[in-house]
């Protein structure tokens, strides 16, 4: 079946350090990636997206690009902010015709001034 | 526009009863999808609705869980016998549709259930 697996966290930096969240994937077919983001006391938002091998998706300083020779869909971002404090979720989706979502299990990020 | 919007936004029961959680999806957003994020088993897919076609309902846990949407708009989850493991945040989310530009989808603020 398809599934996700992100590293395991808690993540926790100072601020402006530069983050990798790793993600990798097995999928019964070719999906679409995405990440999303959930902040503390709010609901899940998308960060970015990729739907074909070598897109790069990129919003807030975040990007990640879809390697489909290593099955992954790393995030990075450059600096990072306090604001940028949450849980990630990396996730896929499978085909045109098909809407379930398949998450990772979520990486905490907590960024220290 | 407005958003997802879910209500309740926190439920608590006791064990056996049945609840119900209501969803309302984005304007014009065809497909509705249910999910279950919970400590133990992170964040689980349950059903999803797109337009007129029979819902995937792989992701129900068990035949307690039910779910409606009706006049192709509001969707109502239905959980009967609650046990406690079914305690979680229940969230919905719509899209415009199913094909790579229409998937993204937009996600609710859920509704924390507590059965005790």
């Known amino acids: 079946g398809d599934s996700v697996t992100q590293m395991e966290g808690p993540v926790t930096l100072s601020e402006e350090a530069f983050l990798t969240i790793n993600c990798t994937y097995t999928a019964t077919g070719y999906p679409s990636l995405f990440w999303y983001v959930q902040y503390p006391g709010e609901g899940l938002q998308l960060l970015l997206k990729a739907t074909k091998a070598d897109d790069k998706g990129s919003n807030k300083g975040f990007e990640a690009t879809y390697r489909k020779e290593t099955t992954s869909f790393h995030l990075e971002k450059g600096s990072v902010q306090v604001s940028d404090s949450a849980v990630y979720f990396c996730?896929?989706?499978?085909?045109?015709?098909?809407?379930?979502?398949?998450f990772g299990q979520g990486t905490i990020l907590t960024v220290h001034p | 526009g407005a958003g997802v919007s879910q209500s309740p936004s926190n439920k608590v029961t006791e064990k056996g009863k049945d609840v119900e959680l209501r969803c309302d999806p984005i304007s014009g957003h065809t497909a509705l999808y249910w999910y279950r994020q919970s400590l133990g088993q992170g964040l689980e897919f349950l059903i999803y609705?797109?337009?007129?076609?029979?819902?995937?309902k792989s992701g129900l846990p068990s035949d307690r869980f039910s779910a409606e949407r009706t006049g192709g708009s509001v969707s109502t989850l239905t959980i009967q016998r609650t046990q406690q493991e079914d305690s979680a945040v229940y969230l919905c989310a719509s899209s415009f549709g199913l094909a790579a530009r229409q998937e993204t989808q937009y996600f609710g603020p859920g509704t924390r259930l507590l059965v005790l």
């Open positions: 996730a896929l989706k499978v085909g045109t015709s098909y809407g379930k979502l398949t």
């Open positions: 609705f797109q337009g007129n076609s029979a819902p995937d």
